[in-house]
């Protein structure tokens, strides 16, 4: 009898996990490696962040939280959303969750069945597809390339739309490819969307305060399609809080209802410490936090420099986020001093094992032409990094 469930079998260990492992490896065996695979801030939480953790733990907030988090902290998100996006949403709308990542399962478990489809503008966070197959939902995949930003065109989306389509999910900013829509973008799509009453826009906006010209927009302002939009955010990115794990949902009365009843029999309430520094988060002016934008800007410059002079890459000047994707296309099934590159996967491990350098390969992504590099490191290792890229790239022979 097999031991294993078919939604276990259906998932697979997504190509950063892989690659993380083989950076260990040959950390290990004493190899230098400058590691630009993961996808969190090097910043410490800051110190009022921190502090009223403490507080929290001093004042005995060791209960269990009511399921869909805090009043206190739902009132604050209510008000980050009205400050920061003009979104007006009750307490009652919004659900508190282990990271952002629970609050787009509790959303995708709330309202898939075996079979539904849902669109993956394709560059995306490599969760989507895999907490898709975990639902029984079928993705759909619109591919998109460096010459499109890597961004969806409202047609390309009303061309994917089937009597089965559910849902549409994103992020805005995008992880990986560090675009993201403008408002007239968003418009041209919230338009297709509102002609179709049966789909749900799951709106995954963490990266929003990692945006360098500041004009982010939610999808759910087009106020015609508010009825049919999870907002999903937390503060994984913005306050550097990744191992805090608190993340939220902010959705129409129908589906926060949903996604409380999912919660409340999967983990229950979130971390309370963690709730209670979010709330001191969430109450402060993101100015505060700014300087932690400011760094990762003057890195995307960095960055994007040495990048573009890297033979062979094609780079585009990411807006937002931490990443850069570039098209490396052009070594797609050339051998490069003697290994043969078959995919981009193989191109990211030929990086890790001869420049020592660890990237991700796009195709967990959905795209089979870019690698992702995450800038989240300190000035020192991306310069020395693209030093060795390009360094091994001059040189070698390609045929
Ligand atoms: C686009 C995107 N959404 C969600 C998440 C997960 O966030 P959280 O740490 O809040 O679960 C990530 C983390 O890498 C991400 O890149």
Not at 180 to 188: P, R, V
Not at 242 to 261: D, F, M, V
Not at 283 to 309: A, C
Not at 329 to 338: A, E, M, P
Request: charged share 20%.
């Amino acid at each position: 009898m097999e031991k294993y469930s078919d939604r276990l079998q259906r998932l697979s260990f997504s190509q950063t996990f892989v690659m993380s492992n083989k950076v260990r490896e040959l950390r290990a065996a004493g190899t230098d490696i400058i590691s630009l695979t993961l996808g969190e801030p090097d910043f410490d939480v800051p110190a009022d962040i921190q502090e009223a953790a403490h507080a929290a733990i001093d004042n005995n907030y060791s209960h269990y939280s009511p399921v869909p988090g805090f009043l206190e902290l739902r009132e604050a998100v209510c008000k980050k959303l009205k400050r920061d996006n003009g979104l007006e949403y009750l307490p009652s709308q919004i659900c508190v969750s282990t990271g952002a990542k629970q609050a787009i399962l509790n959303v995708l478990a709330a309202i898939i069945n075996d079979g539904d489809e849902v669109i993956l503008p394709a560059p995306f966070w490599v969760s989507y597809d895999e907490m898709v197959k975990m639902m029984g939902g079928k993705s759909v995949i619109v591919t998109t390339d460096i010459s499109a930003d890597f961004k969806m065109t409202a047609d390309q989306l009303r061309e994917a739309i089937t009597p089965k389509t559910k849902a549409l999910l994103y992020s805005s900013p995008c992880n990986p490819s560090g675009s993201y829509y403008t408002y007239e973008e968003l418009e041209a799509i919230a338009a297709v969307i509102a002609e179709h009453p049966q789909i749900t826009v799951i709106s995954d906006e963490i990266y929003e305060y990692i945006n360098y010209d500041g004009t982010h927009t939610s999808i759910a302002q087009f106020s015609e399609i508010y009825e049919q939009t999870a907002v999903i955010n937390g503060m994984s990115k913005a306050f550097a809080m990744t191992g805090w794990r608190i993340g939220y949902s902010a959705c129409p009365k129908w589906l926060a209802e949903a996604c409380e009843k999912i919660q409340g029999q999967m983990t229950s309430g979130a971390n309370t410490v963690a709730q209670k520094a979010s709330v001191t988060a969430l109450n402060t002016d993101p100015q505060q936090y700014r300087y932690m934008i400011e760094e990762f800007g003057k890195r995307r410059d960095i960055v994007y420099n040495l990048m573009k002079e890297i033979p062979g890459f094609k780079v585009n000047y990411p807006q937002s986020a931490f990443y850069f994707f570039p098209d490396v296309s052009f070594y797609l099934d050339k051998k490069i001093n003697g290994t043969l590159i078959s995919s981009v996967d193989d191109f990211a491990m030929f990086l890790l094992e001869n420049a020592h350098v660890g990237c991700v390969g796009g195709l967990s992504f959905g795209d089979g032409h870019c690698i992702r590099f995450s800038y989240a490191a300190s000035e020192a290792e991306l310069r020395e990094a693209m030093r060795r890229i390009k360094d091994l790239l001059e040189n070698a022979e390609i045929l």
